[in-house]
Each structure stands twice: as C-alpha cells, then as structure tokens.
C-alpha cells in the first residue's frame, strides 16, 4: 500500500512539474526574440530607453558600491531609491541586470514576468482545487495574454513586472488559508514585498482598492475573522518590513514630489466599453478613439479572447454551494479593478480629491483584472468538464474483435480552448518584437567628448538617447521622468544636441556632428561645477559616480564652491580631506578657499540604512516565524519525555 502512495505521488509530482514547464515554455516562445542576448537589440516600444534607466542603480552598485544610492544622471539628480519607474530593488529586475546588464535584463524581465503572471494564475487554479486541464490552460492564458505583452507597445515593462507580482498575490492568500501555519504567511508576506518594489503605482493601487473583496474569504459567518487570520497580520507585518529600504526613502520625501496630474479622463475609458478591451485584437482599432478609448495600444491592449469571458459568465449557472464563497471573491475582485480602472472616482471627484488627478492613466490597473477573471473562468471550464453531459458520440461494431467508440462530446471544448491560446498569442506576439538601435544615435554620443562633469541634453521627446547616454556616463538635464522636485530648478545643460532646423536660445553652433543633428553650446550657462567669487567664476573639474563625487578647483580668491548637484539631507562635504560644512542651498555648495584644493562630497542617506535595518528585521522575523514552530515541538517532546 505505501508503495502504491509512493508511485501516485511521483506521478503526481512529475504531472505537475511538466504543467509548470509548459507555462513556463509558453512564455519563453512567445517572448522568445527577447531572450538573445544581445544590447544592440531593442524593443520599438518608444518609451524602451527611458523607463529602465533607473537599473544602472546595479551597475553603479558594481563600480562603487553605496555611491549608486544617488542618481546623478538627470535633472541635478535625486535619491535612487525614491523612483518608482524601475523597480530596481525587485529580485527579477536585480538578478537581470546584474547578469545580464541594463538592456538584456530588461528585455528578460518581461519574459520572466510573463512566466510568474501564468504561473500565478496556474497556483490559483490548484488552490481552489481545479483539475489538470483548467489550471494548465488558464496558466498559459496569464502568462501569454495582451493584458502584459501590449504594454510594450511603449515598453512599460514595469507595468508588466507588478501585474506579475501582485498577481501571485491572489493564491498566495489562499495558501495561508489552507495551510494557517507561519510557513504560508511567509510566503504571502515576501510576495506582498514584491509587489510593493515591483514600480510603477498603478497596480499597486488597483490591489489595496480590490482589498475589500479580500475581506469576503477572511471573514466567516456573523462576522467572525477566520482563524488563520493573525497569519496574515504576521504576512503584512514581514511584508512592510521587507519593503522598507523603498518605503522610508519614498515616505521621506513624498511631500516634495511633483507628479503631473489629469483631471481631462484621457487615461480612462468608461466601464461599459472598457470590458471590450478583453475580446478585441485589432491593434490599428486600439490606437483610435473609438468608444471613448486613449489612442494608444499600450493602454487598452487587453486581449484574453471570448473563451474564458464566456466560460466567466459559465459561473452564473454551473457552481457548487460550498465554492460560492470563492466566486463571490473573484468576481468582487474583478469588479473592483474594473471599476477603478474605468476613471470614474477621478471624473467624480478628481476636483475635490487631488491625489486622485495623480493616477492620470487608471487604464493601466485593468490587467490587474485578469488575474481574477481567470480564475472564474478556470471554475467555469472545470465545472464544464466535470458534468455528465448527455451529448457522446457512440459508434458499435459488428465485429466482436473491434472496440465500440464511445466520446464524450464536451471534450470538443479542448479544440475551442486551443483555437483561444493560439489566437491570443498570435496577438502579443505583434508587441513582443525587437528592433536594431539606430546607428546614428551612437554616431552622434560617439561625437561628444567631455573632461569634466556637465550637464548635457538631447532632442526633445527623441527617448532612445536617454538609457545609453546614461550608460556613457553623460548627465542630462532635463532628460526625462515621471515626476519632478517641488520648488527646484533643472541645471541648465552647457551642450545641447539639437535636431533638424532648430536652434535652441543662446546656442553657439559647434557644427553639425551628423546629418541633421548640430551640437550647441551655451556660454551663458554656469559650469557644473565653479567657484563663486563676487561677481567673479572659476571654473572647477567635477568626476566621480552617482553619490561620491570629487572637484578639482584653482582659484585666485576665496569664495563659494558650487556644484549643480541638488542638495538633500544626507550629504557630505571635505575639503582637502577635512570635513567641511555645506551651504544650505539648493547645489552642493561649500566655502572655497584661494588657491588650488580638492573637494570630495558623499552621499550617505539616514532613511536607506533605516530601511535596510527594517529589512534586517524583517529577515529576522521571517526566520524565527519559520523556525518557531519546530523549536516549540521540541520542546513539547522532550517535556513529554521527562514526565
């Protein structure tokens, strides 16, 4: 008998394992062109080169360590933690970029993302207790939907990367509730940190607003909590904990962005039409405003197909007593995305709520909405499968010696579910396709030669040259991203690239570097780096990384050192070697002395190493959760022993 266990079981195990494998495989064929390893192939997506430069953070970890806490790269630079665009403290987005580089990792973490979206919604399926069939499939759906492969239409691969995390949130939940031990809540509790450092906002709201349906599993009848509930206290407990290197930077300094906001609803679409986006493939009628849409496939790509819409709605009729509960979670769940997702909180009451005019573009927590959907649609196909049907197919022979065919006729829905995987693939597929990097962007940074620090900027909305002229080492101003400081300026660059027949204000034309691209300079523009004296500037040489910079200065009188470097708490000045004191204002600016002197100033935040303390106790905490139960057995044995 324990043998006949022992073999079911590694059946099992090996059916299961090959279930994963072909989610896993369905993701890296359709995102298969992204996988090369090579960075001179790029996603056409627009906005490729501008939403990952923040993972040069691992880089500049590699050369000089701590240096890489300020980014130093745009707009006078800022604190690298306090961005949200990259998700640089996401395990993928750090492994990625650490063995594979900035464009290699980025275009793997769209594909790994992809794989964690199918392999999410598959542990979803298998924790509600689904068969083989409607787990595997609904696992390849997730993981090959538009609903994360039409993102790149301009490249919002943090898009991509926290729908894929907040969606391993969903099972996550249901294995504390079977489980109830502190194993499940350490799980749910690293996955809810993942999904907090996994960028962008948009999800990460659409999922605290789909809260409330979480509440429909936690709570029992007359409103008793259920009893695996202080499990998930110790889950959110481990999981803000683990989050706190981004949390205490960004809680420190929320109140001094500026993010643009809309009250004008062009990121939206009402509800009513913006559950068609789940049943239409036609890329060319995503980019027109039809049916009150932006015109833009990156935020209406949606396409999942009429299969699992209809085996959705499937629920309504084919369901058990004891699964209700579930139901009522998904659909509340979708539901709520949905409704978030429509824009209808920010028409209503944008004017009154300004933080709501921040989520300018709530379309992008639609895909959020799979994850659910999904997962009524798997009940649906189960329920299907597992009715006696009185539709079969019955052939008998005459012959004896023949075996009479006897088919269960519902098994032609295979046929439909595979007609549905090969369509939506055929879909994403057209986002997931690369490009060569122009060469005349590296002819004209090839062009620019600079012996000292200065900030430099490119033509207006031509993104490509932002991630590679970072990756050079050159500084931007105004570059680009999403937000910016309150009350601060931008340094104005000293050269400017400008395209076609444009002449930026004050330029001195340098020549033309390439047909069509002119380089200008700006006297009138301060160094980056100069001593100020009275009405009288000494030019300085600036180098250095990120947040350890040096400044080489020779000049005939004493006066103010000033570098256009914004100035936040947590730097640090020397002169010479001895520390100096920095002027309150908004560049690094120290007293200068006559004479030829060098300046170092560091970068050394309170509110990382808060963070990473935080995260340490976090560690901690998960360890000794993991780690208590066995401690507590032993004792019990041995009291049991001595008695």
Not at 66 to 85: H, I, K, M, Y
Not at 497 to 502: N, Q, T
């Amino acid at each position: 008998m324990k043998e006949r266990i022992r073999q079911i079981w590694k059946r099992e195990t090996l059916f299961l394992a090959l279930e994963l494998l072909l989610i896993i495989a369905a993701a890296a064929w359709l995102g298969r062109d992204y996988l090369k390893l090579d960075d001179t192939q790029m996603s056409p997506g627009a906005e490729f080169f501008w939403v990952i430069q923040t993972h040069h953070f691992w880089d500049w970890v590699k050369e000089c360590g701590t240096c890489a806490l300020w980014n130093g790269s745009e707009r006078g630079g800022f604190p690298a933690l306090v961005d949200l665009q990259g998700a640089v403290l996401h395990p993928v987005v750090i492994l990625t970029t650490w063995f594979l580089g900035v464009v290699n990792g980025a275009k793997w973490t769209v594909v790994i993302s992809m794989a964690l979206a199918g392999l999410a919604q598959w542990w979803l399926a298998r924790e509600l207790g689904l068969g083989r069939v409607p787990r595997l499939w609904s696992g390849i759906l997730a993981a090959i939907g538009a609903h994360l492969a039409g993102r790149m239409e301009l490249a919002w691969i943090g898009i991509i990367l926290s729908t894929a995390s907040a969606a391993l949130v969903f099972p996550a939940v249901y294995y504390v509730l079977r489980k109830n031990s502190n194993g499940s809540a350490v799980v749910l509790g690293v996955i809810l940190a993942m999904a907090v450092v996994s960028g962008q906002g948009y999800v990460q709201i659409g999922l605290l607003f789909a809260a409330p349906a979480f509440f429909i599993l936690l709570i029992k009848g007359r409103g008793a909590l259920v009893p695996s509930f202080p499990k998930f206290m110790l889950a959110g407990a481990i999981a803000v904990l683990l989050a706190a290197p981004l949390l205490v930077p960004f809680g420190h300094f929320s109140s001094q962005f500026d993010k643009p906001s809309d009250t004008s609803g062009k990121g939206s679409q009402p509800l009513g039409y913006l559950v068609l986006n789940f049943v239409i493939a036609d890329k060319e009628f995503l980019r027109t405003p039809a049916l009150d849409k932006p015109t833009s496939a990156a935020h209406t790509a949606q396409f999942i197909g009429w299969v699992p819409v209809l085996l959705a709605a499937l629920v309504l009729t084919l369901n058990r007593r004891e699964d209700r509960r579930n139901l009522w979670f998904l659909a509340a769940a979708t539901g709520l995305v949905l409704f978030l997702a429509s824009g209808w909180l920010l028409e209503k009451y944008g004017a009154n709520y300004q933080f709501l005019t921040r989520v300018r573009n709530p379309l992008l927590i639609m895909p959020l909405a799979v994850t659910p959907l999904l997962g009524l649609a798997a009940y649906g196909l189960d329920q299907f499968l597992k009715r006696s049907w009185p539709f079969r197919l019955s052939l008998q022979s005459e012959d004896p010696r023949t075996t009479d065919l006897n088919f269960d006729l519902k098994w032609l829905i295979l046929i439909a579910l595979l007609v549905n995987l090969r369509n939506v693939s055929a879909f994403s597929r057209s986002f997931l396709s690369v490009t060569t990097y122009p060469e005349h962007y590296t002819q004209v940074m090839d062009s620019i030669e600079l012996d000292s620090h200065q900030w430099i900027t490119f033509p207006e909305n031509q993104w490509t040259f932002i991630e590679p002229g970072i990756r050079r080492g050159f500084k931007l101003s105004p570059g680009i991203l999403p937000w910016a400081w309150k009350g601060r300026e931008w340094p104005k660059p000293i050269l400017e690239v400008s395209a076609g027949d444009r002449v930026p204000e004050g330029g001195i034309s340098q020549g033309e570097i390439i047909p069509n691209y002119t380089l200008y300079s700006f006297e009138d523009n301060r160094e980056y780096a100069y001593v100020e004296a009275g009405e009288d500037i000494y030019p300085c040489k600036g180098s250095g990384t990120g947040g350890k910079l040096t400044v080489t200065c020779d000049s005939p009188t004493a006066g103010t050192l000033v570098v256009k470097e914004n100035y936040f708490t947590g730097w640090s000045a020397a002169v010479d070697g001895q520390p100096s004191r920095l002027v309150d204002d908004q560049w690094l600016s120290v007293v200068a002395p006559a004479g030829a002197h060098t300046f170092t100033f560091e970068y050394r935040p309170w509110d990382v190493w808060a963070g990473v303390g935080l995260a340490g106790l976090g560690v901690a905490l998960a360890v000794f959760s993991l780690i208590a139960p066995a401690v507590t057995r032993r004792r019990e044995r041995r009291a049991a022993l001595s008695q």
